[in-house]
């Protein structure tokens, strides 16, 4: 192992079902293995060569490999030093998740189809997971690009349920009253699906039907406009991002700026 070497392993108390493990300037070589969850990641620099059963991959920055539960397999630098981010996911909530998505039998889960992905949009997709996770620390969020990341991989093996349009929008009324009522609160996205009597799956994709946007961005949207109206008051930047949830200043001056083209600090100014 390098004297640079980082390596961090890290699990989370609102999404107990899953495990993050980052390894930074590595050159640690590991013996042939398997993991009971479902594991993913990325290669953020160097080369190395993934073995998953038979078969046999070199892989660089800017790839992102995939492992099913029970593959034996291994990962080791070609040569120097190598970083990669991986998220290990519980079988029992993969094959829950599937059962909620697709018509897949409850006493099985499908698995990956591919163990190499070089497609530009899985790597910018899972980047992103894997720096909400980091750093939002949101879990309607997370869960949100989770789910999104799935049915990427599992959407071409079996046809999708079709029954969005048979939600009834009262069901949805009640969770965008809910997100409207506790803006502050970071809910997960479990919660608003048991509130609507639906699952994760399907409250995503029927309420961005309805709405437009999914649950989180709906969230996000209602947050930067109260947070307006407190600017507009003369509230502080900082009063304003820990009354609305955000998860520090700077996610919250991201957000409103993406949004209205001006920090928050040029809007307040506007009005005073």
């Known amino acids: 192992m390098s004297n640079n070497a980082k390596h961090l392993f890290k699990r989370f108390e609102q999404l107990p079902f899953m495990e993050l493990r980052q390894v930074q300037h590595s ?3 590991y013996h042939s293995h ?3 969850e479902f594991s993913f990641g990325v290669i953020d620099a160097g080369q190395a060569v993934y073995k998953n059963q038979t078969q046999q991959h070199s892989i660089g920055q800017g790839l992102s490999v995939t492992i099913n539960p029970g593959d034996v397999h291994s990962c080791n630098p070609k040569q120097g030093q190598w970083s990669y981010r991986m998220l290990f996911v519980e079988s029992a909530w993969v094959g829950q998740v599937q059962q909620e998505m697709l018509a897949c039998p409850a006493s099985d889960y499908l698995a ?5 992905v070089s497609d530009k949009q899985t790597y910018a997709l899972l980047n992103q997971l894997f720096l909400k996770i980091q750093l939002e620390q949101n879990p309607l969020e997370q869960e949100s690009l989770l789910l999104a990341f799935f049915e990427q991989q599992f959407a071409s093996q079996q046809r999708f349920r079709s029954d969005v349009s048979s ?3 009262p069901q949805l009324q009640r969770v965008r009253e809910c ?3 506790q803006l502050q609160h970071n809910l997960s996205l479990s919660e608003l699906a048991a509130i609507a009597g639906l699952s994760r799956y399907h409250l995503v994709r029927s309420f961005k039907q309805v709405y437009g946007l999914s649950p989180h961005a709906f969230q996000l949207n209602q947050r930067i406009n109260r947070a ?3 600017l507009r008051e003369g509230r502080s930047i900082v009063d304003t991002a820990n009354q609305l949830g955000f998860a520090d200043q700077s996610h919250f001056q991201r957000n409103f700026k993406k949004r209205i083209a001006l920090t928050p600090r040029q809007y307040r100014a506007c009005f005073t």
């Open 228 to 230: 307006k109206g407190l």
């Open 179 to 181: 997100i409207q009522d």
């Open 112 to 116: 990956f189809e591919r163990q190499l």
């Open 167 to 169: 939600v009834a929008k």
């Open 27 to 29: 050159a640690a070589c």
């Open 34 to 36: 398997a993991h009971d």
